[in-house]
């Protein structure tokens, strides 16, 4: 199966900061990935597909990229409600699989 | 839009079959192209793909589990269901139910998950 590593595991920053999350695939799942945000007590919400295209309902300062093996997750100038923690997924193969998470915490 | 609600024990004995049902509201679960699936998450494996059932007959299971995991669909009642025989401690997660948007999709929507306990 394809194994996904996100880093790093917390993240710690500051409201209006910029955010710089990784996800890296095994091996090469072209830009079939997804990045899911949670909040405490709430299942994952699809947050970007496709490696870069924004899911409905989120702004503009979530942006996603990479391709191959190697993908960035970024949220420019964090607003309070962006403090969760964020699963890549890759569905280029089954079973499809999910890396352990990035929290990302207010400083 | 279409949504997705688990329902089912919340607690399971070990060595007893743990089963979960989706109802799928808002949309046919006839319609589409789309893979019903089940996604289990535990603070000590993460998230984890268990199941998918598609077109009503075609199914796949993750391999992890596919000795003990049956998923089955029900199209009168716009549900889908999840057996896992023989659980242990290490089965007890927050279960979700959701719908893969196609074969090179993302998982969306999501059910708001269901905790399940195996203890006795």
């Given amino acids: ?107 | 839009q279409v949504q997705l609600q688990e329902s089912g024990p919340g607690l399971v004995k070990p060595s007893q079959t743990l089963s979960l049902t989706c109802t799928v509201s808002g949309g046919s679960i006839s319609s589409g192209d789309y893979y019903w699936s089940w996604i289990r998450q535990s603070p000590g494996k993460g998230l984890e793909w268990i199941a998918y059932i598609y077109n009503s007959e075609s199914t796949d299971y993750n391999p992890s589990l596919k000795s003990r995991v049956f998923i089955s669909i029900d199209k009168s009642k716009n549900q889908f269901s999840l057996k896992l025989t023989s659980v242990t401690a290490a089965d007890t997660a927050v279960y979700y139910c959701v719908r893969g948007r196609g074969w090179l999709q993302p998982f969306d929507p999501w059910g708001q998950g269901a905790l399940v306990t195996v203890s006795s």
Avoid at chain 1, 23 to 31: E, F, G, L, P, V
């Fill in chain 1, 1 to 107: 199966e394809i194994v996904m590593t996100q880093s790093p595991a917390t993240l710690s920053v500051s409201p209006g900061e910029r955010a710089t999350l990784s996800c890296r695939a095994s091996q090469s799942i072209t830009s079939d990935l997804a990045w899911y945000q949670q909040k405490p007590g709430q299942a994952p919400r699809l947050l970007i597909y496709g490696a870069s295209t924004r899911a409905a309902g989120f702004p503009a300062r979530f942006s996603g990229s990479g391709s191959g093996t190697d993908f960035t997750l970024t949220i420019r100038s964090l607003q309070s409600e962006d403090f969760a923690v964020y699963f890549c997924q890759q569905y280029n193969a089954w079973p499809r699989t999910f890396g352990q998470g990035t929290k990302v915490e207010s400083k």
